[in-house]
């Protein structure tokens, strides 16, 4: 009857824990990314970049930059919320 009970008690308790943390839902970045120019307002996603870029993150989140237009492949590097930087080569900006 007890090992009933705990293993009730323990199936609850999971329960609980998968209501409390819910669906996690993607959201934009707010502020704004500014790749040689071009602005873009609450960005989300991947930008591709022609080689060389003046890039300004005046969002609220940390960019990654690749070496590959699609955003995947090689790391190039990050800039930090309110941050920015001219680079060679980048090829992709991502902004979570």
Do not use: K
Not at 18 to 30: D, F, K, N, V, Y
Not at 49 to 65: K, M
């Amino acid at each position: 009857m007890r090992g009933r009970v705990t293993a009730a008690f323990s199936a609850l308790a999971a329960a609980g824990v998968l209501i409390l943390a819910g669906p996690q839902s993607a959201q934009a970045a707010t502020g704004e990314l500014v790749i040689n120019g071009q602005r873009y307002q609450n960005p989300s996603g991947c930008y591709p970049v022609p080689g060389q870029a003046s890039i300004e993150n005046h969002t609220d989140a940390r960019i990654t930059l690749y070496m590959d237009a699609g955003c995947a492949g090689s790391l190039a590097g990050t800039i930090n919320a309110g941050g920015g930087a001219t680079l060679a080569p980048v090829y992709g900006v991502y902004v979570p």
